[in-house]
């Protein structure tokens, strides 16, 4: 087949970095051109990759009239998603936005419309998605092995988004504090805060593990710490006509999971009618209680195979064989997810129990 020809614009998130890692491993795809405001931002990823300075861009339009992609992806700072989606959408390409979807639901539903319009397909990139334990919890969920899901409680982060930069490369607590005054992250305007940033991750994943069931309303508090303008750490209690699920955001993890998993531990458990299973980011094994093992079994995570060990992989396929997109990542399951996150965000506000917002 032709190789799908994929453009990475905005470098404002630096999971830019791993997506295009993704699209240069893979046989079928080519990366044809970068493009940000800011040159000094795109040096680290035309090195790894072995972009020519003619396939570097400062102005978008120029990088797709010029590289006419199959694929765009988009990292720009969570506030300007939607922005940046009406902006490409008019060029005819298919769309991987980074997480979160959005900074609101209507921000989300006009990026919806956006592509619409153009017959291609838009998805949402949520890395957790990918991860092996979440894989696996879902297939036994669908196989029946806990019953019916009643309870989701999801507790996830790191030390926070500066920490860290593509492929998880680490800096040190002098450049953290060197940037966090002037840091997007940090910048209510801009979508920052741990709220936004992971609260995301499991009420979209948390709608997948409840098989698309929505709450009826949703409470949540948020840390208020003198100097900064968003949080680091917020809690969400959703109520479903089944009970209620609980979804905890940090920035300000003991260790990074991705090295240690602190404690609480990140990831998820779901409680069901006949069982429950612990899922935690990056681990080996998921723990599974049923009737006839109430004392728990771990059981191996899934082995991920091609096409669905990453997004473009999965975005790929769904574009060559017409197959559905990979539920967590469509927006149909993500605009659930940020409903909660809106409704989350009114009654963080509010500091009261809202309806969940339509």
Not at 13 to 23: S, V
Not at 202 to 229: A, N, R, Y
Not at 319 to 347: F, H, K, N
């Amino acid at each position: 087949m032709t190789k799908m020809k994929v453009v990475g614009i905005n470098f404002d998130h630096m999971h830019m970095g791993d997506l295009l890692r993704h699209a240069h491993e893979h046989e079928d795809v080519e990366i044809v051109g970068i493009s940000d405001e800011q040159p000094e931002r795109m040096k680290s990823a035309q090195e790894n990759f072995g972009i020519p300075d003619e396939q570097v861009f400062t102005d978008y339009k120029q990088c797709l009239e010029t590289t006419q992609p199959d694929i765009v992806m988009l990292c720009p700072s969570t506030a300007t998603h939607g922005e940046w989606v009406e902006k490409v959408a008019p060029f005819d390409v298919n769309i991987l936005v980074e997480k979160p979807f959005a900074a609101s639901l209507a921000e989300a539903d006009a990026m919806i419309a956006a592509v619409a319009k153009t017959g291609k397909q838009m998805i949402i990139n949520w890395p957790l998605a990918y991860y092996p334990p979440h894989v696996t919890t879902k297939r036994l969920i669908d196989e029946g092995m806990i019953g019916d899901v009643t309870e989701v409680h999801y507790y996830d982060g790191n030390r926070g988004p500066l920490w860290h930069l593509a492929d998880k490369v680490e800096v040190t607590a002098e450049d953290v504090a060197a940037r966090k005054s002037d840091s997007w992250w940090y910048k209510k305007e801009h979508g920052g805060g741990s709220l936004i940033d992971y609260l995301g991750y499991g009420v979209t994943l948390g709608t997948w593990f409840h098989s698309g069931d929505k709450p009826i309303e949703v409470i949540t508090m948020v840390d208020e710490q003198d100097g900064l303008e968003v949080d680091e750490h917020s809690v969400t209690i959703a109520r479903y006509a089944k009970g209620l699920s609980k979804f905890e955001t940090r920035w300000g993890t003991f260790t990074d999971p991705w090295t240690h998993q602190p404690q609480p531990k990140c990831g998820f458990v779901v409680k069901g009618t006949g069982g429950t299973i612990a899922s935690y980011d990056y681990e080996s094994t998921v723990r599974v209680q049923t009737h006839e093992n109430p004392e728990g079994i771990e059981i191996p995570v899934d082995t991920l195979e091609p096409p669905f060990q990453n997004p473009i992989q999965s975005f790929v396929h769904t574009l060559t064989t017409g197959e559905e997109i990979y539920a967590p990542l469509s927006p149909e399951i993500c605009r659930i997810g940020q409903q909660i996150v809106d409704t989350a965000l009114l009654s963080s506000t509010e500091k009261r129990a809202v309806k969940l917002v339509e």
